[in-house]
DNA sequence: ACTATCATGTTAGAAATCTAACATTTTTTT
DNA sequence: AAAAAAATGTTAGATTTCTAACATGATAGT
């Protein structure tokens, strides 16, 4: 008899699998030595301050963490000297996230990287099957709701 | 222009939203206070210890987590008089993983709940889709090999 | 204008997770 | 039999995550 097996589980498992293929390959001396997280949330940032500031809010969205969770990990990057936080004048409340130079040089030097890992880890899949699995990941994500 | 969405940030995200999800339900002072995790890794305890000995390899190898975090959730369990750790006489390294009475019991209590939690969260698939969530997990998992 | 509520961010303390280094025991190789 | 390798578990220090309690600023309702 097979045992059943529980999504909820594998979602984890896998999760935890991605997380740390993500810190062994950005871990690297070349890479800032920084885990895969934070190079993550530094490439987020970068991107959006392309065009619109950014607020810790829109990081809480982006990877669907708490609060406490985006502060400790900004208050992490802005002790190694890779980003700054600067109050807006029009919101008291609000403080724009900003890379540094430090940091826009790495990321510019390993967006590549973290693009072809994203697209090692969906190679097994066609362009169907890509769309099919997002479809049920949301409706699992409806079922938390 | 759609954001492309990237399959590796969504597991990641569906990952953490479980885990809230499972706290909430299970931290209560009914269910012994304990979080989502401890609950599951007891729960697994209990359903193969009916049949064979119980290993900190198996937990690790179960849960897809490294040595350390299962010594140190271990511990915990331990320190909280959920579970005891006993030497076989057969190889030195093995500490055999048994429950105590007090675990069995909250465990008899929850077991319910915990099926009814991975079957709400999956009560917007059919069976068809189950599988076919499985099968494309299953594939990712290979692209992290 | 006051008050209540909402939004944003921080802090403290905990859990779950990792890697790296270590210790001990068993197994394999030579 | 001795040395090398593999398996099992622990410890220390770090990251990522949480909840709960707090503080402060903005907005809405009366």
């Not at 529980?6 to 800032?32: H, Q, V, W, Y």
């Not at 619109?52 to 990081?59: A, G, K, S």
């Amino acid at each position: 008899m097979n045992e059943k097996r529980i999504i909820g589980f594998e979602i984890k498992s896998i999760s935890n699998m991605i997380r740390r293929k993500l810190d062994d390959t950005f871990c690297a001396p070349e890479f800032g030595g920084l885990t895969g997280m934070q190079n993550a949330m530094m490439g987020y940032i970068m991107r959006q301050a392309e065009h619109r500031d950014v607020f810790q809010r829109d990081i809480e969205k982006e990877f669907g963490v708490r609060r406490s969770t985006v502060t400790v990990m900004l208050q992490n990057l802005e002790q190694k000297g890779y980003i700054c936080r600067i109050p807006v004048s029009y919101d008291a409340r609000l403080k724009k996230i900003i890379l540094t130079e430090k940091a826009e040089k790495l990321q510019q030097r390993i967006r590549a990287e973290i693009d072809l890992f994203h697209e090692k880890l969906e190679e097994n899949l066609t362009e169907d099957e890509k769309e099919q699995l997002l479809y049920l990941l949301d409706k699992i994500r409806q079922s938390l709701k």
